[in-house]
């Protein structure tokens, strides 16, 4: 699986739009990006993903750059509740022997303030 | 649902002891992992199961037995306790093993071992 990098920590004002980047230059053509956040003490939870196509749910929106080497996650309109770590990971499209086990580095740290 | 259940949510070991790490999910889910949260890292896949009756090892599995008896229920055991395994134990399940699933994470067991 292809390697994301990540900052390891940042700031935002509630209220605010969130952006979280991350890097996955090794990217192969059949790896989607997923975002989970962990909140403190609690267990991760998915947050969107996708393949190339920007993606947005109700939590989130995706953008993937054409050149599938980096993508942005996007909280709209951040609160105080969003405050977690961040982990986005690569993840081959198909079935493999490790199944769908998730490879998570250390994430960012979001930390949203008042 | 429940979703995703993990018993006890504390525990205290001495070296040697052993134990079992509850994980179930009433979702009807084929896959099923358990993954270690060590401080200041990532997850680490210990073991994993594609359905009932089938079992692999992740990435950290040393230390750690796993059986698949039925659909719903996942239990970690550690036969002989050491401190190196003092850590935060989450279970996850998705529905089957491809990428699209989204995996559903309990809320953890925190583990010491002294």
């Known amino acids: 699986d292809a390697k994301t990098t990540q900052p390891t920590s940042m700031d935002c004002a509630e209220g605010r739009a969130a952006n979280l980047p991350c890097n996955h230059s090794t990217i192969s053509g059949n790896e989607y990006v997923y975002w989970y956040r962990q909140i403190h003490s609690q267990g991760p939870q998915y947050i969107i993903h996708?393949?190339?196509n920007n993606e947005t749910n109700e939590m989130a929106s995706l953008i993937i750059t054409e050149d599938r080497k980096s993508s942005t996650l996007i909280l709209p309109h951040a609160t105080l509740r969003d405050t977690a770590v961040y982990y986005c990971?690569?993840?081959?499209?198909?079935?493999?022997?490790?199944?769908?086990?998730?490879?998570f580095g250390k994430g960012t740290t979001l930390s949203v303030s008042s | 649902n429940a979703g995703v259940t993990q018993t006890p949510k504390f525990q205290v070991l001495k070296t040697g002891q052993s134990m079992t790490l509850q994980c179930a999910q009433d979702m009807n889910h084929e896959y099923m992992s358990w993954y270690r949260q060590d401080p200041g890292m990532g997850l680490r896949l210990i073991h994993y199961?594609?359905?009932?009756?089938?079992?692999d090892q992740g990435e950290v599995p040393n230390g750690y037995n796993v059986s698949r008896s039925t659909t719903e229920d996942f239990p970690l055991r550690l036969l002989s306790a050491a401190p190196s395994q003092t850590s935060v134990y989450f279970c996850a399940s998705s529905r089957r093993g491809g990428l699209q699933e989204t995996q559903y994470f309990g809320p953890g067991t925190r583990l010491l071992v002294l």
């Open positions: 996708g393949l190339k």
């Open positions: 990971i690569v993840r081959a499209g198909f079935f493999n022997q490790a199944g769908t086990a998730l490879i």
């Open positions: 199961s594609v359905g009932a009756g089938i079992t």
